[in-house]
């Protein structure tokens, strides 16, 4: 019997002629898959002239790309982009929201443009494109045509190839258990029903495989067809990175939802594309839809809850990588309007009940809007006690110490360190870690100072906080799954530890060396995820004097070795260079049992952290170069501080 057309379909559906259920649900199974809004059109039937001479010319028929490759921005310039936007334009109080579905492109207020509408209507920051420049127009025909072989060409090379259900699954659960509750970024309703029945977005399916097999532990990666877990994450990132650069994807909500994602890529420092480019590109395409200027628009509760997420989760790590490097953030707080994010904007609609997917829990929803909060903080230390023209005074930094104060009494129960269980120790020390590092930042400077005040005291006692935390994330085996701040959180601890080791005698000076180790070993695990940037690596080992350095038990420097395939490890066994090599890595000898040999130390006392081959750095002296290492106390390290 032959399938009976539809009786309507959605405006979407009916651009791709797919099969539309949007009688039976609204929105239809198809826009929910895609993220993209559900619009009924208006019918024409029986509502245009019939007589022959009144018919439009047929047009000739236009190349159309696979599902992938379906356009629905096209750039009309490099620097401006369009979208069909499917929220309300703006409009005064005495106006009716009215709803755009024509493809737009969004303008500031401070463009020229503003200034010559009709000041008697509303007034618009998303402004509809002549139909010329619409997708469908046969202007892009040539555009078009050439994303057809773009798409071939990623067929051909297995960008559009993924591995086996087995470990798919197994690593789109390490995703959602890991990433999803730092960062919810995704509809996880959405994405289930998109993988369900096949529509997932090639882009961000390999995007979250790439995350997934960062953060799975380690039984789950052994259970895949991947010999090396570092392979297996540059095989998922290239995939994702060739789609995306053939412009093989039609949601704009997608790509940016893959870009962050991919921002999690840790290059070396001579890398272009490293964390800041694809944070940068992700921002600047959330800014050209007009994300920063949310409050001056409507959009459908769900659509604007996803909005607020990804935003925020792009300003969170925007600050958290400028802080980390010393680089001018990319969003600033006076060039957008978005409201801070609140419970409910993370409180998920539909429940899922899936083994892979997961479900929400409370302390999901409160973690990302406390994170939100100490990311604001984050900016307001750093442009108040770090940028150049600013100098830095006791009044500011008391005011910031009261907001930090205020933050932690307001805390949720649930996130709170006296109250917390098993089950939210990974978020709950991750954010505590995030709080206690705002200390560090605020009064390192003072703690640096050669004659500290008594305030330089709150520093430390951050960094011995932190150091407690850490160590009761390692006890838990949670170490490898937090995300990459943590890095910077356990080596700003590292610092001040060594610094205070440095000064201190006696049993001080042994329990610094101790918290110390505990860094170490920290970093050590986050190099199973992240790889770790030796060569910030080697400018901390660069800056120890020798007494220091033995005391951390680190060798002496005519002690190397060299990693057999896959080990290196400066500090002992380790599981890969981070630099990506294969083998033949130069290191000095580990402490504790660390006897140089492929593998982690168990027990805990071997540290596995990579300082690499770097030749352009030559920071590993022969022995006629022992004495370069003599370098006055930690002066180099303050500096770097």
């Known amino acids: 019997m032959p399938l009976r057309r539809a009786k309507q379909a959605c405006i979407h559906c009916h651009r791709r002629r797919i099969r539309c259920d949007v009688l039976q649900q609204r929105p239809c199974s198809n826009c929910v898959s895609q993220d993209v809004a559900c619009e009924l059109g208006v019918s024409q039937r029986g509502k245009y002239p019939r007589k022959k001479s009144l018919k439009t010319q047929p047009t000739q ?6 599902e992938l490759a379906t356009p629905a921005a096209t750039s009309v310039s490099p620097g401006v982009a369009t979208t069909t936007h499917h929220g309300y334009s703006h409009s005064h109080p005495n106006h009716v929201p009215q709803r755009i579905t024509e493809p737009t492109v969004f ?59 087995e470990t798919t699954d197994s690593l789109l659960q390490a995703y959602f258990r890991w990433f999803h509750p730092c960062f919810p970024i995704l509809d996880r309703a959405a994405v289930y029903r998109g993988k369900c029945q096949g529509t997932l977005s090639p882009l961000l399916l390999q995007a979250m495989l790439f995350i997934g ?19 297996a994450k540059f095989l998922f990132y290239s995939r994702a990175k060739a789609i995306y650069e053939a412009d093989a994807e039609s949601s704009p909500t997608v790509k940016l939802q893959a870009l962050f994602m991919l921002s999690f890529w840790r290059g070396g420092p001579s890398e272009e594309r490293d964390v800041r480019f694809w944070l940068g590109v992700a921002i600047s395409l959330a800014q050209k839809r007009g994300m920063h200027m949310m409050s001056k628009f409507s959009h459908p509760t769900r659509e604007k809850k996803l909005w607020k997420r990804i935003w925020w989760a792009l300003y969170i790590r925007d600050q958290q990588s400028a802080a980390a490097l010393g680089l001018p953030p990319r969003i600033r707080d006076e060039d957008g ?26 302390q999901d929803v409160l973690y990302p809007v406390e994170m939100a909060k100490l990311a604001r903080l984050l900016r307001t230390i750093v442009s108040t006690q770090y940028l150049h023209h600013q100098k830095p005074d006791l009044a500011t930094r008391n005011a910031l110490n009261q907001q930090l104060c205020v933050w932690e009494s307001e805390l949720p129960i649930e996130l709170r360190l006296d109250a917390v269980t098993t089950d ?54 949670l170490v490898q799954h937090g995300p990459p701040h943590l890095i910077t959180h356990a080596f700003s601890t590292l610092c001040i530890h060594t610094i ?57 420097p005519g002690e190397m070795g060299v990693s057999p395939e896959g080990s290196g490890g400066a500090l002992g066994g380790g599981e890969g260079g981070v630099d990506g090599s294969e083998g033949g890595s130069v290191r000095r000898q580990g402490y504790g049992t660390g006897n140089g040999g492929g593998h982690a130390n168990t027990n805990g006392m071997g540290m596995g952290i990579d300082v690499g081959q770097d030749d352009w750095y030559g920071w590993i002296p022969g022995d006629d170069e022992a004495d370069a290492l003599n370098l006055q106390n930690l002066e180099f390290l303050y500096r770097f501080l």
Not at 61 to 66: D, E, F, R, V
Not at 337 to 362: I, K, N, S, T, Y
Not at 449 to 462: H, N, R, S, V
């Open 61 to 66: 028929p236009q190349p159309i790309l696979p």
């Open 107 to 165: 303008l500031g207020e401070s463009s020229p443009l503003t200034s010559v509408m009709d000041p008697s209507q509303p007034p618009k920051l998303h402004y509809p494109l002549p139909d010329r420049l619409a997708p469908s127009s046969t202007r892009d025909e040539a555009v078009r045509l050439h994303q057809v072989q773009r798409a071939a060409q990623l067929e051909s090379d297995g960008s559009l190839s993924f591995p086996p259900q």
């Open 213 to 231: 097999v960062s953060l799975c532990d380690d039984e789950a990666f052994a259970r895949t067809e991947f010999p090396v877990r570092y392979r």
């Open 337 to 362: 309007d978005v409201a801070m994010l609140e419970p409910h904007d993370v409180l998920e609609d539909e429940v899922v009940d899936d083994p892979v997917f997961g479900r929400q829990r409370p």
């Open 424 to 477: 939210a120790l990974l978020l709950t020390g991750l954010l505590h870690l995030t709080y206690q590092n705002l200390y560090i930042l605020l009064y390192r400077p003072v703690f640096l100072d050669p004659t500290p005040f008594d305030d330089g005291q709150i520093a430390l006692d951050a960094a011995t906080k932190s150091s407690r935390i850490m160590e009761d994330l390692l006890s838990h085996h």
């Open 500 to 556: 205070h080791h440095r000064r201190s005698s006696g049993t001080t000076r042994t329990l610094a060396e101790h918290r110390a180790r505990l860094c170490l070993l920290s970093l050590e695990e986050l190099q199973k995820s992240w790889d770790l940037e030796n060569w910030v690596l080697h400018l901390f080992f660069k800056g120890l004097d020798d007494g220091t350095a033995q005391s951390l038990r680190l060798s002496t």
